[in-house]
């Protein structure tokens, strides 16, 4: 399933994520298709070829944005409910139960065939092991690293979209993950699939243990991203973690 970058409106919708397809009026088959993911309007730049997944959060909801995302072109949407308002909007909206776990789908469907993942987890240094890993490898294969800091659930699924066009069968994929809340690390894992058979453990730090019971119970939730991994490199200076 990799290697590509447009995607037509009726795939995506059963691409994984169990979408009903709202169809626009103007694209009543779906064919038209969409390039970009985003979750956060401000990061529309070209908005006849991006797909707006309406996240809800603690703070936010996502569908509130769509009147003005219509009106500045947006016609594909991932939601999980229409308003009477919209039904005269010619744009597609592909209803799922949760945008979350459909954004998680997505990214499985996005980088299932490649088995070249590398996986880093851990509190600090992520990104900088993934930049090195990245430096390092470049010279000798085809690899791609998920842009920027983008590791938590969310952030994971989008670097997914954004990486798989980039991939073949044979490219080395580095990613970073991050929870920072029980129960996190189950969304992650729905995303890995087979795709990453090493994975790389950072230090883990006191950082969020408020969150959880105990930082052996923080170090148990990290450590449920690594069961199918076949390689696990990391520092046993930490006696949880060796545990």
Not at 40 to 47: F, H, I, K, M
Not at 204 to 215: C, G, I, N, Q, R
């Given at each position: 399933m990799t290697g590509y970058r447009d995607i037509a409106v009726g795939d995506l919708a059963h691409m994984n994520i169990e979408g009903k397809l709202r169809p626009?009026?103007?694209?009543?088959?779906?064919l038209?298709?969409?390039r970009y993911l985003v979750?956060?309007?401000?990061?529309?730049?070209?908005?006849?070829?991006?797909?707006?997944a309406a996240v809800r959060t603690r703070v936010g909801d996502g569908h509130n944005y769509i009147p003005e995302l219509y009106g500045r072109g947006v016609r594909t949407f991932i939601v999980e409910k229409t308003a009477p308002s919209w039904h005269d909007y010619d744009a597609a909206f592909i209803v799922v139960p949760d945008v979350?776990?459909?954004?998680?789908?997505?990214?499985?469907?996005?980088?299932?065939?490649?088995?070249?993942?590398?996986?880093?987890?851990g509190s600090e240094g992520k990104t900088e092991t993934k930049e090195l890993l990245y430096r390092v490898l470049k010279p000798q294969c085809d690899v791609v690293?998920?842009?920027?800091?983008w590791n938590s659930a969310i952030g994971f699924a989008l670097a997914a979209w954004e990486m798989s066009p980039y991939c073949t069968i044979d490219t080395v994929v580095i990613s970073e993950a991050a929870i920072d809340g029980p129960g996190q690390a189950k969304t992650i894992d729905m995303m890995l699939g087979y795709t990453y058979h090493v994975a790389i453990v950072t230090p883990?730090?006191?950082?969020?243990?408020?969150?959880?019971?105990?930082?052996a119970a923080k170090v148990a939730e990290k450590v449920k991203?690594?069961?199918?991994?076949?390689?696990?490199?990391?520092?046993?200076?930490?006696?949880?973690?060796?545990?």
């Open positions: 626009a009026a103007s694209d009543p088959q779906g038209r298709t969409v979750t956060d309007s401000r990061n529309v730049l070209y908005p006849a070829d991006t797909v707006f979350k776990e459909a954004l998680a789908r997505l990214a499985y469907a996005r980088l299932r065939g490649n088995e070249r993942g590398i996986l880093i987890v690293r998920s842009p920027r800091s883990v730090t006191p950082e969020h243990d408020e969150a959880f019971a105990s930082h991203m690594l069961i199918g991994r076949c390689i696990v490199i990391y520092c046993d200076n930490d006696p949880e973690l060796r545990h």
